[in-house]
């Protein structure tokens, strides 16, 4: 059973810039100019219920991010390069992202909001913005496009979103880690989704979390995300009663092994918190054919949309 490729829906590769999070683990939200505590013995390991606290609480801070300077490097499915973008995103879905090369313009258009995703590559010769809504999405419809990629999941493991409090999860202990594992189902199967963070507080650019890992029922990697650099923001705390301190990341690489493909990111001048407007997260009028990919013919599934690095 294809069940990596029929649990996920498909975006282009340009649609992963919201991935995986960072932060501290003991003390989710640092007060600003305080030293982080000791290290932790084994009496204080966390248990998978502070560990999901720590994530709900993380998320409940962290609202947008807003990088006008991101860089992307890696390989799509024997296709190298590099490109730069913009990003906007806002939880639970909002995403604007437009992604260039020097010269040659735009390269890609990727969109979300609560209603549907789309995207738009001007070089691949379709003429067309691709778009879907999530009512059809969340059928478990196979889309006809190579990288399998989840708004939700995205944003999740970047941060935004926080896991169920009610869900079913537990812990594995390691020497240096301690992971989160939660079984749990996505758009009908069963998946596990594993979050390792290391055991301490970290400093510095350190992530707290160093991957995030979608598993299939067979014990196949779907995806994950491995935080290399993370970047310190200031924050009110959920009262309002003071500052904190929020771990965000900065650089990562991104993986779909059964697709052959895998990015590194650096979200570069990025800000968090910042007021959006809402117009940015409309489907953009640019003179192109509208395909929505739930009526898109059977045929369509082997077609390669051009989710390409190359010039």
Known sequence: MQTHRAILPIL??????????????????????????????????????????????????????????????????????????????????????????????????????????????????????????????????????????????????????APNPNGDFRTEQRKDTIDLIEETTYRGQKVRKVTTFYLGNATGGQPQIPTRTMYDASNRIISQAKITRVKEFPVRSRDGSRDKVLLCPQEMELSWPNQETSISLDLGRMQVNVPVSRTQFEMPDLGVKAVDLRRAQPASRTRRTGASFQD
Not at 125 to 132: D, E, K, L, Q, V
């Open 12 to 161: 282009p590769v340009f649609c992963i810039l919201l991935l995986a999070a960072g932060c501290n683990l003991f003390d989710p939200l640092r007060e600003r100019g305080k030293a982080p505590p000791p290290v932790p013995s084994n009496k204080e390991i966390p248990t998978a219920q502070e560990l999901v606290k720590y994530l709900n609480d993380q998320a409940s801070v962290f609202e947008t991010i807003d990088t006008r300077d991101l860089s992307i490097t890696g390989n799509l499915q024997g296709n190298s390069g590099s490109i730069e973008g913009t990003l906007v995103a806002q939880k639970p879905r909002n995403l604007n992202l437009v992604a260039r090369k020097p010269i040659l313009g735009p390269m890609a258009y990727i969109g979300s909001n609560s209603e549907r995703f789309w995207f738009h590559f001007p070089k691949d010769g379709s003429n067309s913005i691709f778009y879907c809504s999530y009512a059809d999405f969340e059928r478990g419809l196979e889309l006809p496009l190579p990288v399998p990629i989840d708004p939700d999941w995205i944003l999740e493991s970047f941060g935004m979103l």
